[in-house]
């Protein structure tokens, strides 16, 4: 099929990714198209695959027209009324090997690398992107296969190379709060190291690392700017989706969510990659272990541990992995805001601070202090943070990032009380992270829930357990609907 010239018209509408064009169905039987041809659009020197949607409607899209997604308008910098050219193309050869993987058969490098850069640059549907999700949860990755996805992931995407040694640290997830990521860096930090962050926004969980941070300081930066607050300060705690490091991984974990599909090997490439991209050498993994988390016996958290060591090795990083306790939630506050306050308390030494979650953070930055070369590294952990250092490097990275306008607890709350006398025997993290989302977190930062009793501790009836938080009093509603039905506390 030859160019073919179509008038431009605004769709107004964002597909959230993928690029997306419409023809009128007059136009597309002229021109031998179906729904979900690939169709390649381009305006001077700018040309990009898109997929091909067909209206009946001659409002929506007349003959003679084109109707273009923004993400198509962005990217060929036109305007309704332009004119572009289309010419067909076929599906990409990637789908061909999703389609291998779908009966079993294994890829070699070259073959995952088509299937990541057609997913980086969205010239997949989300049905073929699905495909591939499930072909890997249904038939596996063998270990070379996860490590080729690692580099695939990376290699579609930006690499920063920092000067000298850089350390990293990632935890699984699966456990509310554990904010340690914003304790282990300016520890790390203050003891000289490099360290860069590069973290994520919650997904599943009341706040990610980047939610949290945002609460103290700016987190969504350029590459350019990032460079300079590390060469700074030797560290940041920034928001990785805007830098294109491994942009992959995002994209497939969008076709996971609704799926509720965490596959093993896409898990470890995810990790793993975001620590190649900033050419880490030597990464501290956590592994929280428990009822509710990724690692739920002790054979999964055993068998993780050895894969991301396989991976970590493979990759020529020096990887050390630690399984931690992920049966309850670590620290006090849960939500961004409340968690930002735990930190905040720990770095100032407040005796009032959860000493559950300064214990596990002085530990995590202890044996990464250690892999880097430092005999004693928790002592050493200890010294900074008991003598300032590590505040006063927060302070620094907070001031480099730019400061944030602080962010106000909700001010509709609701305390919840023990309904017998007893002794807490389980906390169940899954019920304790729906009720501080359905109050609003992360996306309204002063919603969420802080804790007053953990498991082991002794209550009475009637004696606080918790405390939720919402900004709006619908919200708070709608969590304490949703915490009649459970509390998320088992007490004998």
Excluded: W
């Amino acid at each position: 099929m030859k160019s073919v010239k179509f008038k431009v018209k605004d769709m107004d509408i964002a597909s959230g990714g993928v690029f997306i064009v419409i023809l009128h169905e007059k136009d597309a039987k002229e021109l031998d198209l179906y729904s979900g041809d690939r169709i390649i659009v381009k305006k001077n020197n700018r040309e990009i695959t898109t997929i091909l949607d067909i209206s009946e409607s001659r409002r929506a899209v007349p003959p003679g027209q084109i109707g273009l997604f923004e993400e198509v308008l962005d990217k060929l910098k036109v305007k309704q009324g332009s004119q572009i050219s289309l010419r067909f193309t076929g599906k990409p050869e990637s789908v061909k090997h999703i389609r291998n993987k779908l009966f079993g058969n294994r890829l070699n490098y070259q073959e995952m690398y088509h299937i990541v850069d057609d997913i980086t640059h969205d010239r997949l549907t989300n049905i073929e992107k699905t495909y591939f999700v499930s072909a890997c949860f249904t038939n596996g990755l063998n270990n070379q296969e996860i490590v080729d996805l690692t580099k695939a992931m990376v290699a579609t995407g930006n690499r920063i190379k920092f000067r000298g040694l850089t350390l990293d640290k990632h935890c699984i997830g699966g456990v509310p709060n554990n904010r340690t990521t914003m304790l282990v860096i300016p520890i790390i930090a203050a003891a000289g190291f490099t360290i860069p962050k590069t973290s994520s926004r919650a997904i599943t969980s009341p706040a990610g690392t980047a939610d949290t941070m945002e609460c103290l300081a700016k987190v969504t930066l350029t590459e350019k700017k990032i460079r300079q607050i590390v060469k700074k300060t030797g560290a940041c705690i920034v928001h990785g989706g805007t830098m294109n490091l491994a942009p992959a991984d995002d994209k497939i974990i969008t076709v996971e969510n609704p799926l509720s599909i965490d596959t093993e090997g896409q898990l470890l490439a995810s990790v793993m990659a975001k620590k190649y991209s900033v050419t880490a050498n030597a990464v501290l993994i956590d592994i929280p272990k428990g009822k509710s988390t990724k690692a739920d016996t002790n054979a999964k958290a055993r068998h993780l541990k050895k894969m991301f060591e396989m991976v970590g090795k493979k990759l020529k990083m020096k990887t050390k992995v630690i399984v931690t306790d992920g049966s309850q939630p670590i620290g006090n506050g849960i939500g961004p805001a409340l968690e930002a306050r735990d930190v905040m308390a720990i770095l100032k030494n407040d005796p009032q601070a959860p000493q559950d979650l300064k214990k596990k953070s002085l530990f995590m930055a202890g044996v990464l202090l250690k892999m880097a070369g430092k005999k004693n590294g928790l002592k050493l952990a200890k010294q900074i943070l008991a003598s300032g250092q590590a505040l006063k490097k927060m302070e620094d990275i907070i001031k480099a990032q730019g400061k944030a306008k602080p962010c106000q607890l909700g001010r509709f709350k609701r305390p919840v009380r023990a309904g017998k006398t007893g002794k807490i025997k389980e906390i169940d993290n899954k019920v304790i992270a729906k009720i501080a989302r359905v109050a609003g977190a992360p996306h309204s930062k002063g919603a969420g829930m802080y804790i007053n009793k953990k498991v082991k501790d002794k209550v009475k009836k009637g004696e606080l357990l918790y405390t939720i938080y919402a900004e709006s009093e619908f919200k708070l509603k709608l969590a304490v609907e949703f915490m009649n039905k459970n509390k998320g506390y088992l007490i004998k």
